[in-house]
């Protein structure tokens, strides 16, 4: 019964999607309107979605290397607030999830190459990378937030345009282009993640690394060794990224998006994990 509730909603969102698009169009003929009903049982509209309901499975990518957004238990388990957002998806689906682990280097290539069919992996949507993918409607917001070692007199991204200042950054992340663009003096550290920066910062290796608030407050919450310093330096929509291409999944994909913000599980999941309310998402269904 559980297995069939799964599949119902499934086939609900898609049958929603497919039946806006329908509306979006306009009037059409008896004809063409049989025509277009036959196409949209015959399946969704879209590539990809056909695909994973056909296999009954999801390879989703995840980045496993902060908590709480993405990490792993002692057992090796996946856990995290993009986990939870991953086997929503499944479970809506009513497929299996398998979760693949990604960092900021490698999530992009991950997902264009075909190894990963979408990602729920803390990115931030932007012009430049949606010349290459495509993000739907923001499942969190959060900002890029300095951290340090605990009693550092370095406090602001201006400090930190030296040469003998260390910033420990992954690379092709928001991270290292703010370093870049106000602290271009500073030695950059190139790290895979943000566990890698956090205990180079306690070898002092580091003087400083950047990573969302939702990291970095988290992380400093507990360690006594950092300190998370004042200010956000963006404020950015963290959206689930497709491959280019296919809008209709895209489409899918926003209207599950929207229902998990409407129906107040997002909110749940979120104070979860941090234990506050999170910031207002908008939602259209």
Not at 21 to 49: E, F
Not at 170 to 179: D, F, H, M
Not at 182 to 193: G, R
Request: net charge negative; hydrophobic share 40%.
């Amino acid at each position: 019964m559980k297995q069939m509730t799964k599949k119902l909603m499934a086939a609900l969102l898609t049958v929603s999607m497919a039946a806006g698009l329908m509306i979006g169009c306009g009037s059409k003929s008896a004809g063409s309107d049989a025509a277009g009903g036959a196409a949209a049982q015959s399946g969704s509209g879209s590539p990809t979605l056909d695909k994973i309901l056909a296999d009954g499975k999801i390879v989703i990518g995840c980045s496993l290397n902060g908590a709480p957004i993405g990490f792993t238990d002692d057992s090796g388990t996946p856990m995290g607030y993009d986990v939870d957002w991953a086997n929503r998806l499944g479970e809506v689906l009513g497929v299996e999830v398998e979760i693949q682990n990604v960092d900021a280097e490698t999530r992009l290539p991950a997902l264009t190459s075909g190894r990963v069919d979408v990602l729920f992996a803390n990115t931030t949507g932007n012009l430049e990378r949606a010349q290459t993918v495509d993000f739907t409607m923001p499942y969190l917001r959060c900002g890029v937030k300095m951290i340090t070692a605990a009693g550092s007199n370095l406090h602001t991204i201006e400090d930190l345009n030296d040469p003998s200042i260390n910033v420990s950054v992954n690379r092709g992340s928001t991270g290292e282009a703010l370093v870049t663009q106000y602290a271009p003096n500073a030695n950059i550290l190139y790290v895979d993640n943000f566990t890698d920066s956090v205990l180079q910062l306690e070898q002092g290796k580091a003087d400083a690394s950047f990573e969302d608030n939702t990291v970095v407050d988290y992380a400093a919450s507990q360690n006594d060794k950092l300190e998370a310093q004042e200010g956000l330096y963006t404020s950015d929509p963290i959206c689930v990224v497709c491959r280019k291409g296919d809008m209709e999944f895209v489409r899918y994909l926003d209207m599950f998006v929207s229902w998990q913000i409407s129906s107040g599980w997002q909110a749940e999941t979120y104070e979860k994990w941090w234990g506050t309310e999170p910031a207002e998402l908008d939602y259209i269904w």
